[in-house]
């Protein structure tokens, strides 16, 4: 059974950091392409940030570039993404997907509030 397990969201201030957890199972994930998406209230669900299979790659939206960082641990299944500066455009869910050729799995997200 294919599961993603997003945590790691919150409550967090304008300029603060967070760091979200991707917990894979059911599936070879180290063969697997994660991304990160996210989706604000009234819009779309936009991608953030992705990383090949080995790590060695890496793919950021112009909205995050410098501000969030994509890692993974394929020993452990999980992807990470770090989210540093925060500001209130940040605000969404947050998603994590699995993708490999027409193979692709979600997870449920994690909702992620930037707020004074």
């Known amino acids: 059974q294919v599961q993603l397990v997003e945590s790691g969201g919150g409550l967090v201030q304008p300029g603060g950091s967070l760091r979200l957890s991707c917990a894979a199972s059911g599936f070879m994930f180290s063969t697997y392409v994660m991304s990160w998406y996210r989706q604000a209230p009234g819009k779309e669900r936009e991608l953030v940030a992705t990383?090949?299979?080995?790590?060695?790659?890496?793919n950021y939206a112009d909205s995050v570039k410098g501000r969030f960082t994509i890692s993974r641990n394929n020993g452990q299944n999980t992807v990470y993404l770090q989210m540093n500066s925060l500001n209130f455009e940040d605000t969404a869910v947050y998603y994590c997907?699995?993708?490999?050729?027409?193979?692709?799995?979600w997870g449920k997200g994690t909702l992620v509030t930037v707020s004074s």
């Open positions: 997907k699995a993708q490999r050729y027409s193979m692709g799995y």
């Open positions: 990383i090949s299979s080995t790590g060695g790659g890496t």
